[in-house]
């Protein structure tokens, strides 16, 4: 095995959460050296976007498929429009004297590891010279790191869609180890994906499409957007690149060309990075996983997606697309009460499942990787229990292999065609819910919670130890989907971070490194904290 591989491995096995012991982390909060949840870049020039309403359209269902909606110009509006709808602040939440931003894109703890990068030739009304930028979610603006020349601009697009711009996302590791220690490599990568989620999805609200550039080495991000010198701040690590273009539009070819990376290597990059914390902790094993899971340039490694299709689905209610989204919240607490229709879970799982032009799943360029152990609890008509979702049909088999001889795998009454939902085991689940997610009340109180299961060693194996955070953006994507439809029927959802590996893993009958179990999520009837008070994105919003 690979070295890098081992490490990665080893890093996996020892953040695992265990029934006597946690993964290991801070023993407190620090509250002094709490880091800031905004990355700016001092000194460089600010170009202000605009701030724009939810509209009337279009319509939430029509917004998750390929060609239903018309495709917008690339200029400043739309640029503002894409930004306010993927990686904006969506609210300011208050309690007493304290205050603190809520995002379009979830995450971990609310702490926010992810940064937002424009590359972009001129468009109309922001820019006359091809530039990179930082966005600044707290100001709704790009901050300007460098121009650069038309030709690099040009050499840069040679083998991408006319049209095209470019979003960078990178993490800053110190925001999630603050909290959560040796893990927050994970929940880096799971928030990462998340934003991938959100990037796809604010390009499908205006007609376009948002593709992974998945052949970059870590190095070449690094130098297409300027974070390869931390400059005495906490470093941000390139994460990956999206092309985002008109939909319809054709011609992304998999090379990247080294030539069209090196004039970066020698700009002027404007604007210092703040520093974060006064003073951090080391946590070894972060940047050991992080020196492990570095990229190299690769070319056309995944071959030609194979698209399972989507089988027909249950209308859901006219809501609007942006409402939802800006709307989205991860629940505190579930009431215990609140149930779901069965046609609305086969719904939400038919929304999980990467069919021919499903946002945001035509962003990955490699077969579904990620199934569902469902624990339900209160679904109208069916029955509770332990309840699978395979995600790739190729896989079905492999899993039955792999888990407990006595599951039943039957499918449930009303399951559509082409969807691969399978009951393992009746009887209440609630109390094992509960347990296996860090005894964790909000995994049992709701209509259902599930494990997202990895088809995690192969991968590695054939791709290399880089493919690891993959896997937790597949996971970050499924669980964005999770979030807005539990926002569309009117319920909410969130992400669990803190759940027992292994012991999922025998609930399951896993018994090795095949499978692993990556995220969990729960949705159901939210409670409102009446000590909350909830105030407007920006503060000219009304």
């Not at 539009?249 to 210092?272: L, M, Y």
């Not at 190729?394 to 691969?420: D, H, I, N």
């Amino acid at each position: 095995m690979p070295d890098e591989l081992e490490r990665v491995i080893a890093y996996h096995q020892a953040t695992k959460h265990h029934l006597n012991r946690y993964a290991p982390g801070p023993h407190g909060l620090d509250w002094a050296t709490q880091p800031d949840p905004f990355r700016r870049y001092d000194g460089a020039p600010l170009i202000k976007l605009d701030r724009l309403p939810p509209g009337d359209l279009p319509l939430y269902e029509p917004a998750f498929m390929e060609g239903r909606l018309p495709v917008q110009p690339i200029d400043r509006k739309s640029v503002s429009q894409f930004f306010y709808d993927s990686l904006a602040i969506s609210a300011w939440k208050k309690a007493g004297d304290v205050s603190w931003a809520l995002r379009v894109n979830p995450s971990s703890g609310n702490l926010h590891p992810t940064e937002g990068y424009l590359i972009c030739g001129p468009i109309r009304g922001l820019c006359d010279a091809p530039m990179v930028c930082h966005y600044a979610p707290k100001i709704h603006a790009l901050e300007r790191r460098v121009a650069f020349s038309l030709e690099t601009w040009k050499t840069l697009m040679a083998r991408l869609p006319e049209g095209s711009i470019l979003v960078g996302l990178t993490s800053i590791h110190w925001r999630e180890a603050w909290k959560y220690g040796e893990r927050a490599f994970r929940y880096c990568q799971h928030d990462a994906g998340h934003a991938i989620a959100t990037v796809s999805l604010a390009a499908a609200g205006l007609g376009w499409k948002a593709t992974l550039l998945d052949d970059f080495s870590t190095d070449a991000l690094a130098t297409i957007m300027g974070v390869f010198d931390p400059q005495d701040a906490e470093p941000e690590h390139p994460e990956c690149l999206l092309a985002v273009y008109p939909q319809g539009k054709t011609g992304i070819e998999p090379a990247v060309v080294e030539e069209a990376i090196e004039p970066f290597r020698g700009s002027q990059w404007q604007g210092r990075p703040n520093r974060l914390s006064p003073n951090h902790i080391d946590w070894p094993m972060i940047a050991q996983a992080a020196v492990a899971t570095r990229k190299p340039m690769t070319h056309h490694i995944y071959g030609t997606v194979m698209q399972t299709g989507r089988p027909l689905k249950v209308e859901p209610p006219p809501v609007l697309f942006r409402k939802i989204i800006h709307q989205r919240r991860s629940c505190l607490a579930l009431n215990g009460q609140t149930g779901i229709t069965r046609d609305a879970l086969y719904q939400i799982l038919m929304k999980t499942l990467p069919g021919p032009g499903q946002f945001p799943f035509n962003a990955l360029p490699w077969q579904p990787l990620i199934h569902l152990a469902l624990f339900i609890h209160r679904v109208q008509d069916l029955d509770p229990g332990l309840y699978f979702l395979v995600r790739d049909p190729a896989q079905t088999t492999a899993l039955k292999a792999a888990m407990k001889k006595e599951f039943a795998w039957e499918k449930p009454e009303g399951c559509p065609e082409g969807l691969e939902f399978y009951r393992l085991l009746t009887g209440d689940a609630r109390e094992v819910t509960r347990q296996i997610s860090c005894h964790q009340a909000i995994a049992s109180d709701g209509c259902f919670s599930l494990g997202m299961i990895a088809d995690f060693e192969r991968p590695l194996k054939e791709y290399g130890a880089w493919f690891y955070p993959r896997l937790f953006w597949e996971s970050g994507l499924i669980g964005q989907v999770l979030y807005l439809e539990a926002e569309a029927l009117g319920i909410r959802g969130t992400g669990i971070g803190c759940y027992f590996d292994d012991p999922m893993h025998s609930l399951l009958g896993l018994g090795d490194l095949r499978y692993q179990d990556l995220y969990h999520f729960t949705m159901g009837g939210h409670v409102d904290d009446p000590r909350l008070t909830t105030l407007p994105a920006y503060p000219s919003d009304s």
